[in-house]
């Protein structure tokens, strides 16, 4: 039984054992390792766990405090790679303190392991940088939070499957059973516990006597022993065990650790294991395969389309709610019936649809009105975004999709309240979303060029980089029978979970992986499967593993984001086509755009024509409402005569022009305005008509004079209602002016792109870093800057004390002399503080002093100081 004092993780106190054996330069206490480290590791430090400097802490010591909160440990643990994670459940489950060469013992075996041993120091200096571990090499500790956190313990097994050692398995049993044990072993009985412990401990830890005891154990005990070696090591038996159980209990291999529970102790479990903490040691991370190869070009083409498709895409769905979209739930997001309506005006599936309504409103495009009856609709940046070439369009959307942190994918699913989730709904952000899709992007950059992944094998590797939480913690064996064998756990391996294993589908992260690879291919970052160049260039100039191989940290700067935007844009622009200025006029009465149109072009003969079929080529048909429509919009056959001759490489046909013709003759000889609404029209027979007209009943049309008809409809019905019967009618003012109807194009007042939420604090930057280790080492020089005794003993055990008189005169030698001091002070709120200070001048009432707690020079009020005292002379 270990009887090693537990040292402090935060606070400078001794774990009890003397310099000699510790060494002197050894820590005895995480603020003490802290202390000795250089500023750049402490900056080192700050950055890797950032959460760490919200507040600054005041000093060494309260830094090591916060470093060891469960809170801080968990968020570091989870964000190590699975390797360093290893060495973290291999340390809990050492020795405390330990030693490097039983680390490598442990995670080596007994015939060891060359890649372990190039690995480990790596991720035992990961493990130093991040404070997680502390002490030499042959003194090293992990923090007590991480070690809580990993050991053994019935509630939550060691992820590697071990369970208590010996000593902590028999620490409530009594003295005469031990006894027992120890005697069944064949081992010779003691005089206490203590050291009849420490004889089975010794007894299964030597590898050639336990081997012998072994040798002698049942087949069934020895099979039992096989199913509990790799976790988890509970399980149950009855009271009257069977023999091949009850051999295993005389001799300790299994042990009682509550009423019906038992378990294996660790040390035989390590035999049984040949040494080896984890089944399978990960040192090294899983290499991306490459599952298909490609020209670069073909790879560059294909994206380049798809990205063109992408844009069209975009567009369209803001053109289809150009004069307002779909109302906004009372919940916030489009209903399931929106979507679905969506899907089939974008030709697409649902899940598609989403992703491509969560995009725009990633990059501002859309939002929502505000209005009593909420509506979404574009916002004036998708304006300035439509007059943008296509390549720096395109690079607005890919960037926004790489910081946004909506996830299009959790669209149809449920939350934690089995609540639908809906598309531009809540509960869409997920905070690991833009660093998965940086450090997928990450590694297809990794491949050769043109090349495309092996998907499975892009998860592992990010598996390994950053492991499901808990993935490795096991749970309790369920009951047995009657005199059977402690229950197996069958297929769960639970704390003995095989590293290997690849990703479960609900692993967040891996799913949106395989979102980041479908929606990379759908916006145009990737060709084929493999990365593109201008999808290479949206990432940083260097992109880094890291030590702990989390690889992209996902933090870029606005600026960074617009020069790789701007680069990829450069990338993508020769590989777009040019914009056309013409349609191929057919005599079927449709247009074909061999290509992109340029916007004007595009937009008139949106207006003129229906889009019929899109690809790489859009054809388009003339009908007799879409030429109305164009002259509802005012123009004139003459004018739709004009426009077609000018853009068309074809001569009209005559088909076309008699249907704009034919159109244009009908077109407004009908007048319709409000009465309710009335039909004027020079024509009597053609009003004759109307009335004669089955179709016209429900207008419920009268007769006013010849040539007008009144009816109960209003206008609009009047006018969609006389179209229906193959009419071509005109609305009229009040004037008797043809009044010209043109889409109302709805905007948003402006908005914003709604902001991705952090994972964690955010990083600092290098500025703030160097801050705040000067503030930190300035703190801590005040609080264990060696001090002269105090005259009068400080009321709060704290701050000095001296009267008004001695703490002037001490302040005025002080000046003299150039000597620092240590003062007490109470802020104008009442906040009192220990600093030290190098007085410069006393005068009126205040001291103008260097202050070595802040780093500056600062003015006391002399009232303020509580006290003042003499730094002692070191040495």
């Given at each position: 039984m270990s009887t090693q004092s537990q040292p402090t993780d935060s606070a400078g106190v001794s774990d009890g054992d003397t310099a000699a054996a510790r060494g002197v330069d050894a820590p005895r206490s995480l603020a003490e390792a802290l202390r000795s480290r250089a500023d750049g590791a402490l900056a080192g430090l700050l950055r890797a766990r950032p959460d760490l400097l919200n507040p600054v802490p005041t000093d060494l010591t309260q830094l090591a405090a916060r470093a060891g909160t469960r809170a801080s440990v968990v968020r570091a643990l989870e964000r190590l790679d699975r390797f360093a994670q290893q060495v973290a459940e291999v340390l809990a489950v050492a020795s405390d303190p330990t030693s490097y060469d039983e680390v490598l013992r442990l995670l080596g075996g007994d015939d060891g392991d060359a890649d372990v041993e190039a690995a480990l120091p790596r991720a035992l200096a990961t493990l130093h940088e991040q404070a997680l571990v502390w002490g030499p090499d042959d003194r090293l500790r992990l923090v007590r939070t991480a070690r809580e956190l990993l050991a053994p313990a019935p509630q939550h097994p060691s992820p590697t499957?071990?369970?208590?050692?010996?000593?902590?398995?028999?620490?409530?049993?009594?003295?005469?059973?031990?006894?027992?044990?120890?005697?069944?072993?064949?081992?010779?009985?003691?005089?206490?516990?203590?050291?009849?412990?420490?004889?089975?401990?010794?007894?299964?830890?030597?590898?050639?006597?336990?081997?012998?005891?072994?040798?002698?154990?049942?087949?069934?005990?020895?099979?039992?022993?096989?199913?509990?070696?790799?976790?988890?090591?509970?399980?149950?038996?009855?009271?009257?065990?069977?023999?091949?159980?009850r051999w295993l209990l005389d001799r300790g291999l299994l042990l009682p650790t509550a009423p019906g529970t038992v378990v294996l102790p660790r040390e035989a479990a390590l035999h049984l294991r040949a040494g080896r903490a984890h089944r399978a040691p990960e040192p090294t991370p899983p290499p991306v395969e490459g599952a298909r190869e490609?020209?670069?070009?073909?790879?560059?083409?294909?994206?380049?389309?798809?990205?063109?498709?992408?844009?069209?895409?975009?567009?369209?769905?803001?053109?289809?709610?150009?004069?307002?979209?779909?109302?906004?739930?009372?919940?916030?997001?489009?209903?399931?019936?929106?979507?679905?309506?969506?899907?089939?005006?974008?030709?697409?599936?649902?899940?598609?649809?989403?992703?491509?309504?969560?995009?725009?409103?990633?990059?501002?495009?859309?939002?929502?009105?505000?209005?009593?009856?909420?509506?979404?609709?574009?916002?004036?940046?998708?304006?300035?975004?439509q007059e943008l070439p296509a390549a720096e369009r395109w690079a607005a959307l890919a960037t926004a999709w790489l910081a946004a942190t909506r996830t299009a994918g959790l669209v149809g699913g449920r939350d934690g309240k089995d609540r639908t989730l809906s598309a531009l709904g809540p509960h869409l952000d997920r905070s690991a979303a833009p660093e998965v899709r940086r450090r997928v992007l990450a590694l297809l950059a990794t491949l050769p060029e043109g090349t495309a992944p092996v998907p499975e094998s892009l998860l592992a590797r990010l598996g390994w980089e950053r492991p499901v939480a808990g993935r490795a913690q096991g749970a309790a064996a369920a009951p047995g029978g009657s005199g059977s064998a402690p229950s197996s756990p069958g297929s769960t391996r639970g704390g003995a979970a095989n590293p290997s294993d690849s990703p479960t589908p609900r692993d967040l992260r891996s799913r949106i992986a395989r979102w980041t690879l479908n929606e990379a291919e759908l916006l145009g970052v990737t060709g084929r499967g493999a990365l593109s160049s201008h999808g290479r260039a949206l990432l940083p100039d260097a992109p880094g593993t890291g030590a702990s191989g989390t690889g992209v940290d996902g933090a870029e700067s606005l600026a960074e984001r617009g020069v790789a935007a701007a680069r990829a844009a450069r990338l993508l622009a020769p590989l777009l086509p040019e914009p056309l200025d013409h349609v191929l006029l057919q005599a079927d009465l449709t247009a074909v755009a061999p290509g992109p149109l340029e916007r004007p072009l595009a937009d008139a003969l949106a207006v003129l024509a229906d889009v019929e079929s899109k690809g790489g080529a859009t054809v388009y048909r003339f009908t007799p409402g879409s030429v109305r429509r164009a002259l509802d919009a005012g123009q004139s056959a003459s004018d739709l005569?004009?426009?077609?001759?000018?853009?068309?490489?074809?001569?009209?046909?005559?088909?076309?022009?008699?249907?704009?013709?034919?159109?244009?003759?009908?077109?407004?000889?009908?007048?319709?305005?409000?009465?309710?609404?009335?039909?004027?029209?020079?024509?009597?027979?053609?009003?004759?008509?109307i009335m004669a007209d089955k179709r016209a009943q429900s207008l419920r049309l009268r007769r006013l004079a010849p040539t007008v008809l009144a009816a109960q409809a209003d206008p609009g019905a009047l006018l969609d209602g006389l179209r229906a019967m193959g009419f071509a009618p005109a609305a009229e003012s009040a004037e008797g002016d043809v009044l010209i109807t043109r889409a109302h194009a709805h905007r948003t007042p402006p908005r914003s792109a709604p902001e991705p939420v952090p994972d964690g604090p955010p990083l600092p930057g290098a500025t703030l870093v160097d801050a705040a280790v000067r503030a930190i080492r300035a703190g801590d020089l005040a609080s264990t800057a060696p001090r002269k005794e105090v005259p009068t003993s400080p009321s709060d055990g704290r701050l000095p004390r001296t009267t008004a008189a001695e703490t002037l005169a001490t302040m005025q030698a002080a000046v003299l002399t150039g000597e620092a001091l240590w003062i007490g002070y109470v802020n104008a709120e009442g906040a009192a503080s220990q600093r030290v200070i190098a007085p410069v001048r006393v005068e009126g009432g205040f001291v103008t002093a260097y202050d070595h707690t802040a780093d500056e020079v600062r003015t006391y009020p002399l009232h303020r100081v509580t006290g003042v005292a003499e730094l002692a002379d070191e040495g």
């Open positions: 499957g071990l369970g208590p050692t010996v000593a902590e398995a028999t620490a409530g049993m009594s003295p005469t059973r031990v006894q027992d044990i120890v005697a069944a072993a064949g081992l010779p009985t003691t005089h206490d516990p203590v050291s009849a412990v420490q004889a089975l401990t010794a007894l299964f830890t030597d590898r050639t006597r336990m081997s012998a005891l072994l040798d002698e154990a049942p087949a069934e005990s020895v099979e039992v022993l096989s199913r509990l070696v790799w976790g988890p090591p509970y399980g149950q038996v009855t009271a009257d065990p069977a023999r091949h159980l490609h020209r670069p070009q073909v790879v560059d083409a294909t994206a380049a389309g798809q990205a063109y498709t992408a844009l069209a895409t975009v567009e369209e769905l803001l053109k289809d709610w150009d004069e307002g979209g779909p109302t906004v739930l009372r919940a916030g997001g489009l209903s399931v019936r929106d979507l679905k309506r969506t899907a089939v005006a974008l030709d697409t599936s649902e899940p598609l649809a989403a992703f491509w309504v969560e995009l725009a409103y990633a990059a501002g495009l859309l939002a929502s009105d505000g209005e009593a009856d909420e509506r979404y609709a574009a916002t004036p940046a998708y304006d300035a975004w005569h004009a426009f077609l001759a000018a853009h068309s490489r074809t001569p009209v046909p005559q088909p076309l022009a008699y249907l704009i013709d034919d159109v244009a003759r009908k077109h407004g000889h009908l007048r319709i305005g409000a009465a309710s609404a009335y039909v004027r029209c020079d024509d009597e027979a053609l009003l004759n008509e």
